[in-house]
Structures are given as structure tokens and as C-alpha cells.
């Protein structure tokens, strides 16, 4: 199996419902570095797993919807835990959407995507799904 993985971060704000988040309930700020890693078992034409650049683009598109703004606001994780967990699920849904369009070149080859949203240096959250 063959994987590129490109990063980037995000600062966001939010607060999660709940007592088993203590003070995290509040609002609070968090920055998270975001690992996009894709997998397949071969690689394209010109040999490679994705194009690095258009990775880095999109998960930079993907991620600008979130930062320097309060998850809490944002009407399409209205009622949604933003917890990294769940972030790593929202940012990997919306590259594979835009690995389906067409936005990262040839991706036939491709079978997995991975999302890994490092909430410090030693605490991350994964969310691996099918492409």
C-alpha cells in the first residue's frame, strides 16, 4: 500500500455540551494540526499516490471553512459534538467529496483517507474511511 500525507492546522473556538468535558463545556479556543493521509495500492500513471500540491491545496480549502471561527456558529454542525474526533470525520467527509469531484487529479487508484487531527503532542484523533 502506497500513502502520501500532507498537513496543515487550524485554530478554531468552540465548546462541547456535556459533564464529561468539565470545563471544555465553556468556550474555548483549540489549534489542531491536520494530517490528510491518502492510500492505494498502486500508484498513477506518472507514479504517484496524489499530487502533493493539489493535496495540500484542498485540505487548506477544506480546513479555511473552520479557522479563526467558533464551531458553535457554524449552522452545518449545528447540534454536532465538535470534538476532534468528530472534526476528523467532518474534514475527511468533505476531501473525499472533493477527491470524487475530480479536485486532486486522478484518484482511481486511491482506497483509503485518513484524517488526523493532533490536539497536542501527545493527544490525536484518527478517522480512516473509504474513497
Known sequence: MFSVTVRDHMMVAHSLPGEVFGPAQRLHGATYV???????????????????????????????????????????????????????RVVADRLAERVAAGALGRTGHLTRLVVTLHESHVAWASYERAL
Open 34 to 88: 491536520v494530517d490528510a493521509t491518502w492510500s492505494g495500492p498502486t500508484l498513477d500513471a506518472d507514479g504517484l499516490v496524489v499530487d502533493i500540491g493539489l493535496a495540500t491545496e484542498q485540505l487548506r480549502e477544506v480546513l479555511s471553512a473552520f479557522t479563526y471561527r467558533n464551531l458553535d456558529d457554524l449552522p452545518d454542525l449545528a447540534g454536532t459534538p465538535t470534538t476532534t474526533e468528530v472534526m476528523a
